[in-house]
């Protein structure tokens, strides 16, 4: 099976997080979108739907018949084809339970230059960036990363389960992202999440992700993305 992936071109956003598992788990994969006249697909789904359902933003991923949409709904998906996802039901709860709250935090760090309105200019609402990225560096950042160290200290090496999944995976992105758009608040709570590092290097080790992260097929960090560097947001 060769799955399509919808996702913006020149951006990793909330596709990366899907091109992780694809890639984690070897699955062959178009990025629609990065094809010759691939942008003119992924409108005309969001226009007209696809395969009957209208999807209300990207990501979305379509697998033979299936087409699915939310990231962490596709993560889920991917992982539990491929085994990156526990087999269990409790498992799989928990997995989209740490998923969803990861989801919140991107979503957040979004908020940081964008915290008025999404459809104009992060130079347009720079007042407000500057209280709402003061907020999410001091509170929020250190929140989230305690919670998912926690998470890590009660379970071992992994966020849930026992092996490696797609909430992982997810978990290396979000390090990656806030390292990139945040990088003295982040290196500030270095010394609380030891696990968590560990976890994001374990992960950046794994043969298929080394190889990835090394492509072209991974595109930089850069500031049309969700982790934007504006050195004056950070503190
Ligand atoms: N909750 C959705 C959010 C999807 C989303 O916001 N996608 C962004 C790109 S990362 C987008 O294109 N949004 C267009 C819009 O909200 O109008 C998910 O996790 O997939």
């Known amino acids: 099976m060769t799955y399509d992936l919808f996702y913006w071109p020149g951006i990793q956003g909330r596709g990366e997080f899907v091109r992780l598992v694809l890639e984690d788990a070897g699955a062959e994969y178009v990025d629609v979108a990065r094809q010759p006249g691939g942008m003119k697909q992924l409108q005309a789904a969001l226009a007209e739907g696809l395969g009957g359902v209208v999807p209300f933003a990207p990501p979305f991923l379509r697998a033979g018949d299936v087409v699915i949409s939310q990231t962490v709904a596709i993560c889920s998906f991917v992982g539990e084809r491929h085994g990156l996802a526990p087999s269990d039901p409790g498992g799989r709860a928990a997995a989209i339970a740490v998923a969803l709250t990861i989801a919140d935090l991107v979503s957040e760090a979004h908020d940081t230059h964008h915290p008025i309105r999404v459809d104009q200019a992060y130079e347009t609402q720079k007042a407000a960036a500057l209280e709402r990225a003061k907020g999410f560096r001091e509170l929020r950042i250190p929140k989230f990363t305690a919670y998912l160290e926690r998470n890590l200290e009660r379970n071992g090496a992994v966020l849930v389960g026992s092996e490696i999944s797609y909430v992982d995976l997810a978990a290396f992105q979000v390090v990656e992202g806030l390292t990139y758009a945040f990088p003295r608040a982040m290196q500030a709570i270095h010394p ?33 993305g969700i982790f934007r560097r504006y050195p004056e947001l950070d503190g």
């Open 192 to 224: 609380k999440i030891p696990k968590l590092l560990a976890l994001r290097d374990r992960v950046a080790a794994r043969p298929r992700l080394a190889a990835y992260l090394a492509s072209d097929r991974r595109l930089p960090f850069n500031e049309k």
